[in-house]
């Protein structure tokens, strides 16, 4: 069993991982069996649902102009700044029509990437069984709120910042870590 904290973890300074249950519990405000649907309701309205924060979308000319971020095309966009000082016109055009042509192109690989990336995560949303009310539900991974008991079972994923409060024979399997590891 674990209990989700995520959104609570930046106003106490303390590592949750010091805490006893029953201080862990009182801090967050929840029991054992969980919070009452009322107070998760309120509690996504106030934290905000459990997603990571999209990045801002970039214009299309944005996603245009870091085609050129590159030293071969700084290399090219010189070579026929060069050409055309020397009045060789067509090596100048010939340059600038390539240095054109794949900036478009990777645009659009982009911006397909962007979609398909996007419909991935539309199909893999996830659901986490909680305990509300002393019951056993699943939810959508998206509504997981602080004070939140997650129930898990092996080969589950951990949809939240939580702390363990219960378990047996727990292992992980850190391979999908990503780069902001707490232990507990």
Not at 17 to 34: A, P, Q, R
Not at 60 to 66: D, I, M, N, S
Not at 69 to 89: H, Q
Not at 108 to 128: F, H, N, P, T
């Amino acid at each position: 069993m674990l209990i989700a904290w995520r959104a609570l973890k930046k106003m106490d300074k303390e590592p949750w991982h010091s805490y006893d249950g029953e201080t862990v519990f009182k801090k967050l405000d929840t029991t054992i069996h969980g919070l009452r649907d009322k107070e998760a309701k309120e509690r996504l309205v106030r934290y905000g649902s459990n997603e990571l924060e999209e990045r801002r979308k970039e214009s299309y000319l944005q996603v245009f102009l870091r085609q050129f971020k590159s030293p071969i095309i700084y290399v090219l966009i010189v070579a026929a700044f060069v050409a055309f000082l020397l009045r060789e016109y067509d090596d100048a055009v010939i340059i600038a029509v390539i240095l054109t042509a794949n900036a478009i192109i990777g645009s659009i690989q982009e911006g397909r990437a962007e979609r398909a990336i996007s419909s991935l995560k539309k199909l893999a949303a996830s659901v986490v069984k909680v305990k509300r009310k002393g019951i056993i539900e699943e939810i959508p991974s998206r509504e997981v709120v602080p004070g939140d008991v997650i129930i898990f079972e092996m080969g589950d994923k951990i949809p939240a910042d939580a702390r363990v409060i219960e378990c047996v024979n727990l292992k992980l399997d850190e391979a999908m870590l990503t780069w902001r590891v707490g232990c507990f």
